[in-house]
């Protein structure tokens, strides 16, 4: 079992401000992190797919990077809007199995 | 458009019951998964299979069995229903392989066993 863990757990933002959040993820026998938005009352839906340290993914105003030699991935969203309210979650796979091992998500409220 | 449901969203049973979860994918997805979710912990896998005929067990996969008969659909049974199995259970398809590969999750099925 693979020890993936999220901070904070949960978080507020008013409207217009800059956020980031964390995944921590055993660094040895890394392959492969997503992270994923999560909507209460729908499914989780891909946000990104990082591999490589050094990895910066952008989806509009939000961002991932990527350090594996330290076991980290930071999640970025610029200037928050409402609709960003959701749960992100990651999820780590290590080179050694065969399956995800999933963080217990940071919960982002943004108040307009 | 390709999607993957779940029936039925909401179910309650009783302890020692069987229960039978769907899945159905029409991504043509060779890889389907099925997780639950519970407060204080992501999702965990139950079982996961990487096409017609293969199963897996996942990390929590005692109480659950599943079976691929076909490409689309990945049943979750529950043979003996028990309380602790109450929970969200999620299934989630994969094109190929799932080292790099996005999942498709489905909508959830909330499951209470009393």
């Known amino acids: 079992i693979l020890n993936v863990e999220q901070s904070p757990q949960s978080l507020h933002v008013q409207e217009g401000d800059s956020t980031n959040f964390t995944c921590s993820f055993p660094s040895s026998n890394f392959y492969a992190l997503h992270w994923y938005r999560w909507e209460t009352a729908k499914s989780p839906e891909a946000l990104f797919v990082m591999t490589l340290n050094g990895d910066e993914k952008k989806k509009g105003r939000i961002s991932a990077t990527l350090n594996t030699k330290e076991g980290y991935s930071y999640l970025y969203i610029k200037g928050s809007q409402p609709e960003d309210s959701a749960t992100y979650l990651c999820a780590s796979l290590p080179n050694t199995g065969n399956q995800f091992y999933f963080g217990t998500g940071t919960s982002l409220t943004v108040i307009p | ?114």
């Open chain 2, 1 to 114: 458009d390709a999607e993957i449901t779940q029936s039925p969203r909401h179910k309650i049973t009783e302890t020692g019951r069987q229960v039978t979860l769907a899945c159905h994918q029409t991504w043509n997805h060779n890889n389907m998964f099925w997780y639950r979710q519970d407060l204080g912990h992501g999702l965990r896998l139950i079982h996961y299979s990487y096409g017609v005929h293969d199963t897996n067990k996942g990390e929590v996969s005692d109480g659950y069995s599943v079976s691929r008969s076909n490409t689309e659909d990945l049943p979750l049974t529950l043979e003996s229903a028990a309380s602790s199995q109450t929970s969200v259970y999620f299934c989630a398809s994969a094109q190929t392989g799932i080292l790099a590969d996005t999942q498709y999750f489905g909508p959830g099925t909330r499951l209470t066993v009393l």
